[in-house]
């Protein structure tokens, strides 16, 4: 049995829609005995009316980089949360600091987002209405898996990570994502999201295949025991990986001929 692990934007789902192409050799590959793990930065209820379209019904899916793991039957079986006052810093901070345009709180689950400065362009979430005012979010939301900063630039973003970092050096990990800023707990990552699953399941490394195109997928891709770039990634990303690829199915190919 092997592991296919793949980031969701940009690599499964390119150019806002996945390839039929994907999808069929995702289910071929699930049905014959092997697994499919989608890693993402994203909450689950986010994800789950995209899959369904697409018929896609993965095994695991480790959302918010690295924070909430859920099974297939959506069962979360580990979530990890950041310290309460280290939240509300970093939200306090988002009202704070010039570039940023929106934040967007979740718990692994469910997200609500709050407009900093309506009159930047949010490139991020342009279509999420703001369902909760600050105060709701504050007194409803049961953790914080996840706090993602929406920048009005990528070099802001770059920015304000570095800063964050340096800042709550001892309570979260920040990454710069394009334009956001995704807030995690210190020492979480999709790689260590991955190396969940990998030990959930008693997987040998070796058996264990991911692909990404972002910075933030790099942990995820040094920790499988086989990596694939997506071809969109940058240099930096192919450096680290043993192969490049156009495609899931390409991938799914390369794997069943070793």
């Not at 793949?6 to 789902?13: A, E, K, P, Q, V």
């Not at 630039?153 to 990570?161: E, I």
Request: contains cysteine; glycine residues 6%; negative net charge.
């Amino acid at each position: 049995m092997k592991l296919l692990a793949s980031n969701y934007d940009g690599t499964l789902c390119y150019g806002k829609h996945v390839m039929e192409e994907d999808s069929q050799a995702i289910r071929q590959w699930q049905a014959n005995g092997n697994l499919f793990t989608i890693v993402t930065g994203r909450a689950k209820e986010s994800l789950d009316k995209y899959l369904k379209k697409d018929g896609l019904y993965p095994d695991y899916i480790v959302t918010n980089n690295g924070s909430v793991i859920f099974d297939k039957d959506g069962n979360e079986i580990e979530s990890n949360f950041l310290d309460y006052i280290t939240a509300l810093d970093v939200m306090y901070i988002a009202k704070q600091t010039d570039g940023v345009v929106s934040y967007v709180v979740n718990d692994g689950r469910h997200r609500h987002r709050i407009i900093v400065n309506p009159n930047i362009q949010d490139v991020r979430y342009p279509h999420m209405k703001p369902d909760l005012t600050e105060e709701e979010v504050m007194d409803k939301q049961g953790g914080y898996s996840q706090i993602v900063l929406s920048m009005s630039n990528p070099d802001m973003a770059s920015a304000l990570a570095e800063e964050l970092n340096i800042f709550f050096s001892e309570n979260i990990t920040a990454y710069a994502n394009n334009y956001c800023v995704d807030v995690v707990p210190k020492g979480i990552s999709k790689g260590t999201g991955l190396e969940f699953v990998t030990n959930y399941l008693d997987l040998d490394v070796d058996d264990v295949y991911a692909i990404g195109n972002l910075e933030k997928d790099i942990p995820m891709l040094e920790f499988a025991g086989n990596s694939y770039a997506f071809f969109t990634a940058s240099e930096e990303i192919k450096a680290v990986c043993d192969h490049e690829v156009m495609s899931i199915a390409e991938m799914i190919k390369d794997i069943e001929t070793e």
